[in-house]
């Protein structure tokens, strides 16, 4: 099997599902994903709280994220996810969202015809990852980004 991205028709935004206090980094992450005997971080970026962009896999490698899509994906990660109690919660920090949306317009750039979807939205996933609607927040990122050329 190919470590190798073939072609990119989806662009998967994730959360780490820690509580909004906890200090969790890329390497945090790619901690637990070696403990769990995978060859690296699942992700191909990550996003602290603080809003600082952090990489994880490279672009052409395929990434551990979504089953049955790792092949033709590439995924994003949030810090935050769950509530003080633990429970699914959007979160997420203004400068987080800054970040996210740097990232996929970079990420909109390099695959064009990429669909932009939240971890939640592929079939067989029971997860609220990444607690918030991306389609939803997608609709308004595009407003956003037309209002931006017609300046």
């Given at each position: 099997m190919?470590k190798e991205?073939?072609?990119?028709n ?6 780490s599902?820690?509580r ?17 005997n995978w060859?690296?971080i ?11 962009i952090?990489y994880?896999?490279?672009?052409d490698?395929?990434?551990a ?26 979160n ?14 970079a990420?909109r750039?390099?695959f064009p015809?990429a669909k ?6 592929f079939s ?9 609607d991306?389609?939803?927040w997608m609709?308004?990122y595009l407003?956003?980004?037309c ?5």
């Amino acid at each position: 099997m190919s470590k190798e991205i073939q072609s990119t028709n989806f662009i998967v935004i994730h959360c780490s599902a820690t509580r909004p206090d906890a200090q969790v980094t890329e390497e945090t992450v790619r901690q637990w994903h070696l403990a769990r005997n995978w060859s690296d971080i699942g992700y191909h970026v990550f996003i602290r709280r603080c809003g600082m962009i952090e990489y994880g896999r490279p672009l052409d490698v395929k990434g551990a994220h979504v089953l049955g899509h790792n092949h033709d994906s590439v995924g994003i990660c949030l810090a935050g996810g769950l509530s003080t109690e633990g429970l699914p919660e959007n979160n997420f920090t203004d400068d987080q969202w800054m970040s996210l949306e740097r990232v996929v317009k970079a990420f909109r750039y390099l695959f064009p015809s990429a669909k932009v979807l939240g971890h939640r939205d592929f079939s067989g996933v029971s997860k609220a990852c990444p607690c918030f609607d991306v389609r939803e927040w997608m609709v308004g990122y595009l407003k956003d980004e037309c209002n931006e050329v017609k300046k």
